[in-house]
């Protein structure tokens, strides 16, 4: 369970990633820490405000996952200092369970995306892997291609091997995000969140629907794409 | 979970409406009053009045009878003839009076007066009847009957009378009048002094009830009983305040440090998953982790409604196109609640319908109501949802053709954590349709739960932002 299907994903050819984690918890900054050097992250750790801004504005950090309860200074200034000093690295926001207008202003104040505490190490492994990817994307890209299948985001149309597909749109906003975040396990969460919108739990069937739809709408016949990880959640991952 | 000593913003409450001057007890308790005042000075009045009129009416009545009967006295018979010289007298010496002596065929005899028919007996005579009017001024008499036929009249002037009897009237009209006037003006003048205060009172009161519990009743230079009524309630307010301050600090640190343990427990059971090899421990850590899941989501709802209610703003506000919202979610329901084999109808709304509102709040609002749908009525039942604004409002419908609500129970699905025994299977926690409500409350609006004939209807009604 703690070594996930797809750890390849952070390692790979690119030099160590570095990531900050303001965390006052501190059984949970051992554990998450530990968790995340073994998937290959370099992690720093600090457990107080003040160390955690004086370490993030210090830069060179490839992801920040930021508390947004810290004694000293609280995350939210944290972020908003990161921003105004022109920092640009990807900024995980940790958010209370009821904070409903924490994530907002989280998203407001710079934050790229928000996690509510508290949370299961995949859908913090996911996280990270998206922020990081999503750093080393070109962000205007016209066309996205994942092995036989190309996205071309302009004109909102799919070719597999070269035929056009009919997607519809739904399920075109699904396949975009997958193919943004190729060989990253996403969860149900994420998908409602990043792709609906939706930040509350949903007790039907509504993204197995729409995942299962597009997997039709990809081909039945053609080699499998989507995957389902079971418990986890969905990856995007090539044959062979 | 929710604060306690609040005033509880999930019950609907009725609408402010100023109160009417008119309609206020203390206009009616000093219109009452005034109308006392009234009757009690006009029967004063009267009673003077009348008193007044019948001792000067009793005076002349009797000086007029004295000169009669002196007249009589005087001549010795009652007749004409020895009448006369006695009237002739009379008359010339007694000036302000008024006589008259005529025989059996009316012809006068003697006397200032033109002849009368003969009544006896008190009688009230216009100036027409004097023979030398100066002015209009009437008589009053006796008129008495004498043996030989004749008719002897004395009187004098009746003007103090009726002097008298008018000024009556008019100080009457008058005072009935003024009593009126003042007193309904002073009741005006008094409410409106009275409601001004009473109205501070009852909007600072609502401002409370809307969440802004720091909120203080004005208190004024003058120690009065509205100064003491208000000082009161500030320290009855100040206690409440004190009080809720302290329930959402409990909740707060209960939310914070139930968190704790509770992650801790996940990440126990990230390493037991980690270590286990035999399957059935493994199944067990399964349904271990579902349930702390389903712990902690519940925990979440509870904490949100929470947060809900206590709101006195909608935390990040925005226009929000209902419309957009509701095809987002037909996008995304739709194909699900077929896949289910449940038919789905969607009848979207023509044009926009902009609320002032949280997007992510509206959506959950729709979507719980959806998920209901979903989760409790049967294969091969029809789930519809369409938008329509009516009026001011926007009009959501979310309705199924399933089993449906029994109408005694329609307002008890409200409440928190409460599930009827016909869904105990169905996934959820009950704090679904309190969330709606808590949220379409928010927003100023409000949900009910009709019957579709068969299965249910869920109306919400939100108030639309004006369009400019």
């Given at each position: 369970?703690s070594?996930?299907?797809?750890?390849?994903?952070?390692?790979?050819?690119s030099?160590?990633?570095?990531?900050?984690?303001?965390?006052?918890?501190?059984?949970?900054?051992?554990?998450a820490?530990?968790?995340?050097?073994?998937?290959?992250?370099?992690?720093?750790?600090?457990?107080?405000?003040?160390?955690?801004k004086?370490?993030?504005l210090?830069?060179?950090?490839?992801?920040?996952v930021?508390?947004?309860?810290l004694?000293?200074?609280d995350?939210?200034?944290?972020?908003?200092?990161?921003?105004?000093?022109?920092?640009?690295?990807?900024?995980?926001?940790l958010?209370?369970?009821d904070?409903?207008?924490?994530?907002?202003?989280?998203?407001?104040?710079?934050?790229?995306?928000?996690?509510?505490?508290?949370?299961a190490?995949?859908?913090?492994?996911?996280?990270?892997?998206?922020l990081?990817?999503?750093?080393?994307?070109p962000?205007?890209?016209?066309?996205?291609?994942?092995?036989?299948?190309?996205?071309?985001?302009?004109?909102?149309?799919?070719?597999?091997?070269?035929?056009?597909?009919?997607?519809?749109s739904?399920?075109?906003?699904?396949?975009?995000?997958?193919?943004?975040?190729?060989?990253?396990?996403?969860?149900?969460?994420?998908?409602?969140?990043?792709?609906?919108?939706?930040?509350?739990?949903?007790?039907?069937?509504?993204?197995?629907?729409?995942v299962?739809?597009?997997?039709?709408?990809?081909?039945?016949?053609?080699?499998?794409?989507?995957?389902?990880?079971?418990?986890?959640?969905?990856?995007?991952?090539?044959?062979? | 979970?929710?604060?306690?000593?609040?005033?509880?913003?999930?019950?609907?409450?009725?609408?402010?409406?100023?109160l009417?001057?008119?309609?206020s007890?203390?206009?009616?308790?000093?219109?009452?009053?005034?109308?006392?005042?009234?009757?009690?000075?006009?029967?004063g009045?009267?009673?003077?009045?009348?008193?007044?009129?019948?001792?000067?009416?009793?005076?002349?009545r009797?000086?007029?009878?004295?000169?009669?009967?002196?007249?009589?006295?005087?001549?010795?018979?009652?007749?004409?003839?020895?009448?006369?010289?006695?009237?002739?007298?009379?008359?010339?010496s007694?000036?302000?009076?008024?006589?008259?002596?005529?025989?059996?065929?009316?012809v006068?005899?003697?006397?200032?007066?033109?002849?009368?028919?003969?009544?006896?007996?008190?009688?009230?005579?216009?100036?027409?009847?004097?023979?030398?009017?100066?002015?209009?001024?009437?008589?009053?008499?006796?008129?008495t009957?004498?043996?030989?036929?004749?008719?002897?009249?004395?009187?004098?002037?009746?003007?103090?009378?009726?002097?008298?009897?008018?000024?009556?009237?008019?100080?009457?009209?008058?005072?009935?009048?003024?009593?009126?006037?003042?007193?309904?003006?002073?009741?005006?003048?008094?409410?409106?002094?009275?409601?001004?205060?009473?109205?501070?009172?009852?909007?600072?009161?609502?401002?409370i009830?809307?969440?802004?519990l720091?909120?203080?009743?004005?208190?004024?230079?003058?120690?009065?009983?509205?100064n003491?009524l208000?000082?009161?309630?500030?320290?009855?307010?100040?206690?409440?305040?004190?009080?809720?301050?302290r329930?959402?600090?409990?909740?707060?640190?209960?939310?914070?440090?139930?968190?704790?343990?509770?992650?801790?427990?996940?990440?126990?059971?990230?390493?037991?998953e980690?270590?286990?090899?035999v399957?059935?421990?493994?199944?067990?850590?399964d349904?271990?982790?579902?349930?702390?899941n389903?712990?902690?989501?519940?925990?979440?709802?509870?904490?949100?409604?929470a947060?809900?209610?206590?709101?006195?703003q909608i935390?990040?506000?925005?226009?929000?196109?209902?419309?957009?919202?509701?095809?987002?979610?037909?996008?995304?329901?739709?194909?699900?609640?077929?896949?289910n084999?449940?038919?789905?109808r969607?009848?979207?709304?023509?044009?926009?319908?902009?609320?002032?509102?949280?997007?992510?709040?509206?959506?959950?609002?729709?979507?719980?109501?959806?998920?209901?749908?979903?989760?409790?009525?049967?294969?091969?039942?029809?789930?519809?949802l369409?938008?329509?604004?009516?009026?001011?409002?926007?009009?959501?419908?979310?309705?199924?053709?399933?089993?449906?609500?029994?109408?005694?129970?329609r307002?008890?699905?409200?409440?928190?954590?409460?599930?009827?025994?016909?869904?105990?299977?169905?996934?959820?926690?009950?704090?679904?349709?309190?969330?709606v409500?808590?949220?379409a409350?928010?927003?100023?609006g409000?949900?009910?739960?009709?019957?579709?004939?068969?299965?249910?209807?869920c109306?919400?009604?939100?108030?639309?932002?004006?369009?400019?």
């Amino acid at each position: 369970m703690s070594q996930p299907p797809c750890a390849s994903s952070l390692q790979g050819a690119s030099p160590v990633r570095r990531v900050l984690f303001a965390e006052d918890d501190r059984a949970l900054a051992i554990y998450a820490s530990e968790a995340m050097a073994g998937w290959g992250l370099q992690v720093t750790c600090a457990e107080e405000g003040l160390r955690g801004k004086a370490l993030a504005l210090e830069g060179g950090w490839d992801c920040i996952v930021l508390d947004r309860r810290l004694p000293g200074v609280d995350g939210l200034s944290i972020l908003k200092e990161i921003r105004l000093s022109g920092l640009e690295c990807p900024v995980l926001f940790l958010t209370t369970m009821d904070g409903v207008r924490d994530r907002v202003e989280g998203l407001r104040s710079g934050a790229d995306d928000y996690l509510v505490k508290p949370f299961a190490l995949p859908e913090l492994k996911a996280r990270i892997e998206t922020l990081l990817r999503r750093a080393e994307q070109p962000l205007n890209t016209a066309r996205l291609v994942f092995a036989d299948l190309e996205l071309d985001l302009v004109r909102r149309e799919v070719f597999r091997r070269g035929v056009k597909l009919y997607i519809q749109s739904q399920e075109l906003r699904l396949l975009e995000y997958f193919m943004r975040h190729p060989l990253i396990v996403i969860s149900r969460a994420m998908l409602l969140q990043h792709v609906w919108g939706i930040d509350f739990p949903v007790h039907t069937n509504l993204v197995e629907t729409h995942v299962s739809r597009l997997r039709e709408r990809l081909g039945r016949e053609a080699p499998a794409l989507l995957h389902t990880v079971k418990g986890q959640g969905y990856v995007l991952r090539g044959h062979g | 979970m929710s604060c306690a000593g609040m005033a509880e913003p999930g019950k609907p409450e009725p609408g402010h409406r100023p109160l009417s001057v008119l309609k206020s007890s203390s206009f009616r308790i000093i219109a009452s009053f005034a109308g006392c005042l009234v009757v009690c000075g006009l029967a004063g009045v009267i009673w003077s009045g009348t008193r007044g009129i019948s001792q000067l009416d009793r005076q002349m009545r009797e000086t007029v009878i004295n000169e009669r009967n002196e007249a009589l006295a005087d001549a010795k018979h009652q007749d004409v003839p020895h009448l006369v010289p006695v009237m002739r007298d009379f008359v010339q010496s007694e000036p302000g009076f008024y006589y008259l002596l005529q025989d059996a065929k009316q012809v006068v005899a003697v006397g200032n007066m033109f002849h009368l028919r003969p009544h006896p007996g008190w009688r009230m005579l216009s100036w027409t009847h004097r023979t030398s009017p100066p002015d209009r001024r009437p008589v009053l008499g006796y008129g008495t009957l004498l043996d030989d036929g004749g008719y002897l009249f004395v009187g004098m002037e009746g003007t103090p009378l009726q002097t008298l009897r008018h000024g009556f009237f008019m100080t009457l009209l008058w005072c009935g009048t003024g009593f009126l006037v003042i007193g309904v003006a002073g009741g005006f003048a008094m409410s409106r002094l009275l409601l001004r205060r009473i109205d501070l009172i009852s909007h600072t009161a609502r401002e409370i009830m809307q969440g802004d519990l720091s909120r203080r009743l004005p208190l004024t230079e003058m120690d009065d009983e509205f100064n003491h009524l208000s000082a009161s309630l500030n320290a009855m307010l100040d206690r409440n305040e004190a009080l809720v301050t302290r329930v959402r600090q409990v909740t707060d640190d209960i939310a914070h440090d139930m968190r704790r343990p509770l992650a801790h427990l996940g990440r126990h059971l990230d390493v037991a998953e980690a270590a286990v090899t035999v399957p059935e421990a493994g199944a067990a850590l399964d349904l271990a982790r579902a349930s702390l899941n389903e712990a902690l989501e519940i925990f979440a709802s509870l904490l949100k409604l929470a947060q809900l209610e206590a709101y006195r703003q909608i935390p990040d506000g925005q226009l929000v196109d209902l419309a957009q919202v509701l095809h987002m979610l037909a996008a995304l329901y739709g194909p699900t609640i077929e896949q289910n084999g449940q038919i789905w109808r969607y009848s979207s709304a023509d044009r926009p319908m902009v609320v002032h509102g949280n997007r992510v709040l509206l959506t959950q609002m729709v979507s719980n109501l959806l998920e209901n749908a979903m989760l409790h009525v049967p294969v091969g039942s029809c789930i519809t949802l369409s938008a329509a604004p009516e009026g001011g409002e926007a009009v959501i419908l979310v309705s199924d053709t399933g089993p449906g609500i029994a109408p005694e129970d329609r307002e008890r699905v409200f409440e928190k954590m409460l599930r009827l025994d016909a869904s105990r299977h169905v996934p959820g926690n009950g704090i679904g349709l309190s969330l709606v409500r808590a949220v379409a409350q928010l927003h100023g609006g409000a949900i009910t739960l009709e019957d579709n004939g068969p299965g249910l209807r869920c109306v919400v009604r939100l108030p639309l932002q004006p369009t400019s």
